[in-house]
């Protein structure tokens, strides 16, 4: 079994290999593998012969290769199910090579012989041509030539297919469905395509469809939308002129149906197809362009649409026909099974019947009213001419009458009673004036906010649409010019497309759409946005602000910026590129956390200075066709902080500058390339010739930076440590003084800080400095001659510094409050690290707070070498008081005496 099986695949490689390379090679042919089977592709690759085909294919295209007649049956394999001949030079179909090759390949399923010049003959078709093909199941003969030969016997030629269920041919008037089709059980589909020839099918009467009862989809769309540029042939070679009432209505099965681009049928002929469509199951209907756009424009009745409530539409597309009004109650016969409706291209003008009864279409999910008036705007476009001016207007005269009504706009039509509730508006409105007058009002606050009660708010815009609608279409429609306070009847709304009007000022708020997701408000040519306009929309995802003026307005130099997006936490795409930005501010993306897409392509940004740290699902940054020549050290700071495994950034047509002041950012950009999207395509023109991209550049520059960059880098590095060298020298020389004010300065924070020239500020009379070798010299002789004998107030430290104080916050507080410092000098003394503070401090005290008053006084009561005293207290022995102790008891009395003295 293994060895079979690899025979097989062996063979099955060899032989296709072979095959395949034979193909491609010596007949310029591509043959490849598809799920289904093989492939064998020669579309548009002008062949002079058909190739050979090896067996297993079940696919062949030579579309648009100029061949002139069938394949070979020594060609093509038994395998085939779908061919495609389409777009050559085939002028027949009963040649010896297609009788051969149909009967050949008797597997076949789709067969395309469209877009050549086979006419459409009965001696061209012989009723045994496809006699073999009866598992075909589709058939495409549009786009050949229509003859002037009576084509009746159609279905004999067709009647073989017993199993074709698509079949698209040219609509003729010479053309018929006979009784043969009535056999064709599963055909569902026919597409009757609209060639532009005289003999072109311009009438459908009641009987046309008779043979046809089983359709499920009918496209009678006309060729004029795919002709267009051309221009040569008029309308009428082909429209569809008349459809009679009654020919639909055969079609019980029909559920898609396409009468569009059929510029002369007007709204009569949908009239009557309207009257035929609720005895068919009609789910989809296509009814565009009826109207010739040079054409004047219509009113749109409530019968003309009337029998739409009696069946089961979801679709209804009703674009480009002229519509500038409808009767009062028309959105009545909508039906409520109605789930999308386009009426985009039209001309409609704002009226009562924008609001009656729109909310009775509950499933309705999708409206496109885009497009709006473009025949007021002069352009380019070549119009379609219309045939006959005046069959319009007696369409219209011809319709008013037999409905009985005005086409006068102003005239309350006799459908205004079946509409639900035509006072909408009013009561709504008196609704919520209502709910205003339960409010305070006094103290109303603006900016507005949908708090607000609309009775009180200036220019409000009342969008009403079913309450389930959830996509919305409002582009190029000519709105504008203020975006004020507006809202939505519907709280479904998910996604809102108002781009390409003329919204040059966004103030919102826009209210009760707080489930949208997607906004486009791109190409208004605003330049003016309020900080709250989109504060209530807190679920959208993509807003869309592109072609604007958002660079010249204010709200990007005002303090509030912040809120501009401080409210879309769920928003993941943003775009404001060709906006004329030149500067944002630092934290004008606060908020968004989700982003994963910010564009900011076609600005005039020179740097990037926006923090994006907190952008942890920011996938791609675009920043193209700005005016960057480098980024700075913060930009590139800023855009590292956000670099992940998924970040792209995009720099791609901005005018890089390649010298020494940018070799960093060049360095940054080879560092990283593989984060820039069309990173090749950069480049930064050099005065070198022939040096334009960036890995060139960067080789080219560290040659010629290196040294000045080397330079650059020494130089700041030794003013750095003569810097610091300067400063801690400054620090070292000044210590004292510093710590001193340190201390001062704490202490008039904390505690307010008493100045010294008012004496009944002092505390104690002398502080008295020692070591505490010393403390029973202080105790038993200074405190009983200076304090119990001559009543004098000290300060020794054991007694009287503050428990749980800082000991140098108690030194500084003893020493600024008293009058005089004593320091009792000795070996003892000069060892002790805070002895020396409190000289220190006493002497910066001296100096700096004393206004020249004299406060210290030195006792030396043990002899000490000179060569021993430190350089401070020497300092103070030549400036201030000093005193030697005595030796002598009987001197004793005299040196108390002599202290006392110095202390009063």
């Not at 496809?130 to 199941?137: I, Q, T």
């Not at 002929?269 to 009814?287: C, E, K, M, V, Y």
Request: net charge neutral.
């Amino acid at each position: 079994m293994l060895l079979i099986w690899m025979i097989n695949i062996f063979y099955f490689n060899f032989i296709a290999g072979q095959n395949s390379q034979q193909c491609t090679t010596e007949k310029r042919c591509q043959c490849k593998k598809v799920e289904s089977g093989l492939l064998a592709d020669c579309s548009g690759l002008n062949l002079n012969s058909y190739p050979t085909f090896f067996d297993g294919i079940v696919t062949i295209d030579v579309s648009y290769n100029k061949l002139n007649d069938f394949p070979s049956t020594l060609d093509v394999p038994t395998t085939l199910k779908h061919l495609n001949i389409s777009g050559n030079l085939l002028e027949r179909i009963d040649t010896v090579k297609s009788r051969k090759l149909f009967s050949y390949i008797n597997n076949l399923e789709s067969l395309n012989l469209s877009s050549n010049f086979i006419p459409l003959d009965p001696q061209v078709y012989p009723k045994d041509i496809f006699m073999k093909l009866s598992k075909l199941k589709s058939l495409d003969l549009t786009r050949n030539i229509l003859t002037q030969c009576e084509f009746r016997n159609l279905d004999n030629v067709i009647n073989p297919l017993v199993s074709l269920e698509f079949f698209a041919i040219d609509g003729s008037q010479k053309i018929s469905f006979g009784f043969g089709f009535q056999t064709l059980k599963f055909l569902k589909h026919l597409r009757l395509y609209g060639s532009c020839n005289e003999n072109r099918l311009l009438t459908i009467k009641e009987d046309y469809f008779d043979n046809l009862s089983n359709l499920k989809t009918l496209d009678i769309s006309s060729e004029i939308e795919r002709n267009f540029t051309s221009m040569n042939w008029t309308t009428s070679l082909c429209s569809l002129f008349y459809i009679y009432r009654g020919a639909i209505s055969k079609l019980s099965h029909l559920i898609y149906l396409d009468i569009s681009y059929n510029r002369e049928l007007g709204l009569c002929g949908f009239s009557n197809i309207t009257q035929d469509l609720p005895f068919t199951q009609i789910r989809i209907l296509r009814a565009n362009y009826l109207h010739c756009n040079a054409g004047p424009s219509v009113t749109l009745l409530c019968e003309d649409i009337k029998p739409f409530i009696n069946t089961s539409l979801e679709e209804l597309y009703f674009d480009g026909n002229n519509i500038d009004f409808a009767q009062t109650g028309v959105l009545y016969y909508l039906p409520a099974s109605l789930k999308r409706l386009t009426l985009k291209s039209n001309r409609w003008i704002q009226n009562r019947y924008t609001y009656c009864n729109t909310f009775g279409l509950t499933n309705l999910t999708f409206l496109d009213i885009s497009d709006m008036n473009q025949h007021q705007i002069s352009s380019d476009e070549q119009y379609v001419s219309c045939q006959d001016f005046f069959r319009i207007i007696n369409c219209e005269k011809l319709r008013s009458s037999s409905f009985g009504t005005s086409l006068n706009p102003r005239v309350w039509e006799a459908c205004i009673e079946q509409c639900l509730n035509p006072r909408t508006v009013e009561n709504f409105y008196q609704q919520k004036k209502q709910d205003g007058v339960n409010n305070d009002t006094t103290n109303i606050s603006y900016p507005l906010t949908c708090s607000t009660p609309i009775s009180f708010a200036t220019n409000v815009n009342m969008i009403f649409v079913p309450r389930n609608v959830e996509h919305i279409v409002m582009n190029n429609s000519r709105l504008g010019h203020t975006l004020t306070y507006t809202y939505f009847a519907s709280s479904n709304l998910k996604s809102l497309i108002l781009s390409h009007n003329q919204f040059y000022s966004l103030i919102g708020p826009i209210c009760n759409a707080t489930k949208l997701k997607y906004l486009d408000l791109s190409n208004n040519r605003c330049s003016h946005l309020s900080a709250y306009i989109f504060r209530e929309l807190i679920a959208v995802e993509k807003l869309i602000l592109d072609n604007n003026l958002i660079g010249s307005a204010q709200i990007l130099k005002d303090k509030n910026i912040r809120d501009l997006f401080s409210m879309q936490l769920k928003l993941k795409e943003l775009s404001l590129a060709s906006n004329g930005i030149k500067f944002l501010p630092t934290e004008i993306f606060r908020n968004l956390k989700k982003i994963r897409h910010l564009n900011l392509s076609k600005n005039q940004l020179t740097d990037w200075n926006i923090n994006i740290e907190h952008m942890r699902h920011l996938t791609y940054l675009d920043l193209s066709e700005n005016q960057i020549l480098f980024l700075s050290d913060t930009g590139m700071a800023f855009i590292d902080s956000s670099f992940s495994k998924k970040f792209a950034i995009d720099l791609s047509l901005n005018p890089i500058q390649c010298n020494c002041d940018s070799y960093s950012f060049i360095m940054w950009l080879i560092k990283r390339q593989e984060k820039f999207k069309k990173f090749k395509h950069y480049n930064c023109p050099l005065i070198k010739p022939n040096i334009t991209d960036i890995p060139t550049a960067n080789i080219y520059l560290k040659k010629k930076c290196s040294s000045y960059v080397s330079l650059i880098v020494l130089a700041i590095n030794l003013i750095i440590c003569f810097l610091a060298v300067l400063v801690i020298v400054i620090v070292y020389r000044r210590r004292w003084k510093l710590r001193y004010w340190y201390y001062i300065a704490k202490r008039q924070y904390f505690r307010g800080y008493n100045g010294v020239a008012d004496e009944n500020r002092y505390r104690f009379d002398a502080f008295i400095s020692y070591a505490d070798e010393d403390r029973l010299f202080v105790t038993k002789s200074v405190k009983t001659k200076l304090e119990e004998e001559a009543s004098l107030r000290l300060c020794i430290h054991h007694r009287d510094f503050i428990p749980g104080c800082d000991i140098a916050d108690n030194i500084i507080n003893a020493i600024h409050q008293s009058r005089k410092v004593i320091f009792i000098i000795t070996e003892a003394f000069l060892k002790s690290e805070w002895c020396m503070y409190e000289v220190h401090m006493a002497h910066t005290e001296n100096v700096m707070s004393r206004q020249g008053i004299n406060m210290l006084i030195l006792v030396f009561k043990e002899e000490i070498p000179q060569k021993r005293i430190p350089q401070k207290i020497m300092q103070i022995v030549q400036e201030e008081v000093y005193i030697d102790f005595p030796d002598d008891i009987e001197d004793e009395e005299i040196f108390w005496n002599h202290l006392t003295d110095s202390l009063l």
